[in-house]
């Protein structure tokens, strides 16, 4: 199986709980230097919980099946300066 592939599949892992809140997450890019750069899709790209969503489920998700995978990027998650984002820490 492909990185890719191998990535795709753990994503599939947490797609459903995505999907039950309407949103969802696709692969931009993965660098020859083995960064997943992903994009929030539906609700998932502006909602107040991205941070954590992406925290605590896609990276980890990612960086468990995939041990390769250095690092984990979201290019449009939201800013954690935003007073209404809510960060895995704040927990």
């Given amino acids: 199986m492909t ?3 191998r990535v795709e599949q753990a ?3 947490i797609r ?3 999907q039950t809140d309407g ?3 696709s692969i931009e890019e993965i660098t020859p230097d083995n960064v997943v750069k992903l994009k929030l899709l539906g609700t998932c790209a502006n909602c107040s919980m991205s941070i954590m969503t992406f925290k ?3 990276e ?3 960086k468990k099946a995939v041990p390769e995978i250095v ?3 979201a290019i449009n998650l939201t800013d954690m300066n935003d007073p209404n984002a ?3 820490n704040q927990l």
């Fill in 3 to 5: 990185l890719l592939e």
């Fill in 86 to 88: 809510i960060n895995p």
């Fill in 16 to 18: 459903p709980y995505l």
């Fill in 60 to 62: 980890q998700a990612i």
């Fill in 71 to 73: 690092a984990v990027e």
């Fill in 11 to 13: 994503l599939d892992s």
């Fill in 23 to 25: 949103g969802n997450v």
């Fill in 56 to 58: 605590a489920g896609l």
